[in-house]
């Protein structure tokens, strides 16, 4: 098993990845983004997320995406945008190995944070999380805008 920096011809293989996660999620035309997106938004001088994938015998099996924000309680942190393990390779160890990658790259750029988020059924990676040290914060609620309601948001209250 190798893990190592993602690179633009590995992006078909992480937009799979992604692919299967929406649909182990209960959302599988929920994937909108498209390789080029993937491409552009990932590399070059100002790249907007950071990947590793993990192959085996060239095979990508695996990828931890993840990008940088700040809180203003902590300053720089990581957040893990998505941890992707192929189903025939669950429970392999690889999914341990992307995610202890992605703490090494938190302590190497000095984090104080590394957050994520995980659906509140699926158990095993909670209990992955919580044996891990990590915790998992059951009083915060996840709030989201799609594009339909930006869009209704623009139309109701932002004066052209």
Known sequence: MIIRKAQIEDMKSV?????????????????????DDLIRD????????????SE?????VGMALYYYRYSTWKGKTIHLEDLIV????????LGFALYSKIIEQGKKDNVRRIEWAVL???????DFYEKSGAKVLKDWYVAQMDENGINQFIEKNIKP
Request: proline share 4%.
């Open 15 to 35: 937009l799979e990845l992604i692919q299967e996660l929406a649909t182990f999620e209960k959302e599988p035309n929920a994937v909108v983004v498209t390789v």
């Open 42 to 53: 990932g590399f070059g001088d100002h790249p907007l997320f950071y990947c590793f994938v």
């Open 56 to 60: 085996i015998e060239q095979e990508i």
């Open 86 to 93: 192929k189903e025939k390779m669950r429970g392999s160890g």
């Open 120 to 126: 509140d059924w699926n158990t095993t990676a909670i």
